[in-house]
């Protein structure tokens, strides 16, 4: 466990990544949260666990959860544009029932972070 969480590994920035993601899109799909804020958010909260280690100075300490907490952030806005891709490419409602589902639906769990809706 030491070897997961300390300074110079952290979590699994994948794992990690994918949480950020999960919490983000369904937020951002449920509450119609702002994606990249709230993923921006999660990522940095989630960076803290570089805090946990007491044998690296602060100042290292502090330079490896911003560079940790950004690395998370992309890694997470990379797991959505694949799932918006994927999600576009290959719709799931056939054509005659898109109608009436896209009635009482909101926005999907993946959407995309950057463009306007």
Same mark, same amino acid.
């Given at each position: 466990?030491?070897?997961?969480?300390?300074?110079?590994? *952290?979590?699994?920035?994948? *794992?990690?990544?994918?949480?950020? &993601?999960?919490? #983000? @899109?369904?937020?951002? @799909?449920? /509450?119609?949260? =702002?994606? %990249?804020?709230?993923?921006?958010? /999660? #990522? /940095?909260?989630?960076? &803290?666990?570089?805090?946990?280690?007491?044998?690296? =100075?602060?100042?290292?300490?502090?330079? /490896?959860?911003?560079?940790?907490?950004?690395?998370?952030? &992309?890694?997470?806005?990379?797991?959505?544009?694949?799932?918006?891709?994927?999600?576009?490419?290959? =719709?799931?409602?056939?054509?005659?029932?898109?109608?009436?589902?896209?009635? @009482?639906?909101? %926005?999907?769990?993946? #959407? =995309?972070?950057?463009? #306007?809706?």
């Amino acid at each position: 466990m030491g070897d997961f969480v300390n300074s110079k590994s *952290m979590l699994t920035p994948a *794992m990690a990544a994918l949480g950020v &993601t999960m919490m #983000s @899109g369904v937020l951002a @799909g449920q /509450f119609g949260l =702002p994606g %990249k804020w709230t993923g921006l958010i /999660f #990522s /940095f909260i989630l960076g &803290t666990v570089v805090f946990a280690d007491r044998e690296t =100075p602060i100042i290292q300490r502090a330079l /490896f959860y911003v560079i940790n907490s950004l690395t998370i952030y &992309t890694m997470a806005i990379g797991i959505n544009e694949a799932g918006v891709a994927a999600m576009s490419a290959h =719709p799931a409602v056939p054509d005659a029932c898109r109608a009436v589902v896209e009635e @009482g639906a909101g %926005k999907g769990f993946f #959407s =995309p972070w950057f463009r #306007s809706y």
